[in-house]
């Protein structure tokens, strides 16, 4: 089954007519596009249902993170065809960027039988990829999707962080309680958990918030306790070059883990996979091993 999302950043219909005809060559193959937020994974669950071998989803990281949620746990591969504004999963993972290139690159390894199966995470009851997280990171998201990302989307990010870091959050008292694997709780102003790296791009450059965070292991957390005008360029600059965030006093970094408990005094935003999913006083994060097949 190729999911589409109409509404990705480069997905138009002739992409999709000359991609499902290129597929159709060599495949069985339907077509479902999606029409509403979280239709991809009852697309997804219908596949699963009905025995697909595989689901391809072509669109960005949120069409892929909806399609991915009724496949954990089962046999069935997933495709990535990168259709979004920044494609963390599909750049990650070496697809070409060029989606017709993608596709010639994901019919080889369909034929060759090639894939590989790896750790997924999940946050409250919504499985993720590659990232979540509570606090600052799921502010921009959030922000960034209530304005839209704008011809020149990298920096509708750049600028949303500043926006939040530089208002709300700026010297604001630590909320969040974390607890890593039932160890000692720790009070700190945002979280984010990593399945995998980076955790996105400014055009080219991995924008790496876990730095040692792989598919292949166990989860990454960094947590930050508090935020002033003075880091933002500091942690701009560890994040894009020197990685020296993991190590900072104000900071907590915590590597091959299987939990993270978060408490929070006050609702605030979740992301996973870049996609606002709401308000949370408290959630539980878990890694969910060797549960997912990559066409890759």
């Known amino acids: 089954m190729l999911v589409v999302n109409p509404r990705a950043g480069s997905v138009s219909p002739r992409a999709r007519d000359v991609i499902a005809r290129a597929l159709s060559a060599d495949f069985k193959v339907e077509v479902a596009e999606t029409t509403a937020r979280a239709h991809a994974t009852e697309l997804s669950r219908d596949a699963v249902d009905r025995g697909f071998d595989a689901v391809i989803a072509m669109g960005g990281d949120g069409t892929i993170n909806e399609v991915m949620q009724s496949m954990v746990g089962t046999d069935i591969a997933l495709g ?24 010639a690159y994901l019919a080889e390894r369909i034929r060759s039988g090639r894939r590989r199966r790896v750790n997924t995470a999940r946050f409250e009851d919504r499985y993720f990829l590659f990232s979540a997280g509570l606090g600052l990171d799921g502010e921009v998201v959030k922000r960034v999707e209530q304005h839209g990302k704008g011809k020149h989307f990298e920096w509708a990010f750049v600028r949303n962080a500043v926006a939040a870091a530089a208002g709300p959050y700026r010297k604001m008292t630590p909320a969040v309680t974390m607890s890593v694997d039932g160890g000692e709780p720790i009070k700190v102003l945002l979280a984010v958990t990593c399945n995998g790296r980076p955790f996105t791009y400014l055009k080219r450059i991995p924008v790496e918030v876990c730095p040692e965070a792989h598919l292949d292991g166990a989860l990454d957390v960094f947590a930050l306790r508090d935020v002033s005008l003075v880091t933002i360029p500091r942690i701009a600059w560890s994040v894009l070059v020197s990685r020296s965030h993991t190590r900072w006093k104000a900071s907590s970094y915590h590597h091959d883990v299987s939990s993270i408990s978060l408490t929070c005094e006050a609702a605030l935003p979740a992301q996973v996979d870049g996609d606002y999913i709401g308000e949370f006083t408290s959630a539980h994060i878990s890694l969910v091993p060797d549960s997912l097949d990559l066409i890759v």
């Open 80 to 103: 990535i065809l990168p259709g979004g504004s920044t494609n963390v999963a599909a750049r990650s993972l070496g697809i070409p960027r060029d989606i017709i290139d993608a596709t």
